[in-house]
Nanobody, 122 residues
Framework: QVQLVESGGGLVQAGGSLRLSCAAS????????MGWFRQAPGKEREFVAA????????RIADSVKGRFTISRDNAKNTVFLQMNSLKPEDTAVYYC???????????????WGQGTQVTVSS
């Protein structure tokens, strides 16, 4: 069982930056691919980014490519989402996710965090 706790959300003006963190429990963190998803009001939850267990492979959604970066620190059981040049349409609840199969392509979530709100004002 893996427990995920996100932090770092908040209110930011358009063009600003935020860094989300997700702390994971358990000794198998480095064997799991980790991902970030988001869900805006009235919309489906959508994929944002994923990173392999070793951190050597990443995948970023086209909608945020060039603005968002995913990284991880396996020594601290933590995955990060650096969000730059934020836009009002990035407003959503952001969820951390884990895939024990360690798949960046074809990521399937086995564990979810509780989510953290990101609001970008215009």
């Amino acid at each position: 069982q893996v427990q995920l706790v996100e932090s770092g959300g908040g209110l930011v003006q358009a063009g600003g930056s935020l860094r989300l963190s997700c702390a994971a429990s358990g000794r198998t963190f480095s064997t799991h691919a980790m991902g970030w998803f988001r869900q805006a009001p009235g919309k489906e939850r959508e994929f944002v980014a994923a990173i392999s267990g070793s951190g050597t492979s990443t995948r970023i959604a086209d909608s945020v490519k060039g603005r968002f970066t995913i990284s991880r620190d396996n020594a601290k059981n933590t995955v990060f989402l650096q969000m730059n040049s934020l836009k009002p349409e990035d407003t959503a609840v952001y969820y951390c996710a884990a895939d024990p199969r360690n798949k960046v392509v074809g990521f399937i979530t086995a564990y979810w965090g509780q989510g953290t709100q990101v609001t970008v004002s215009s």
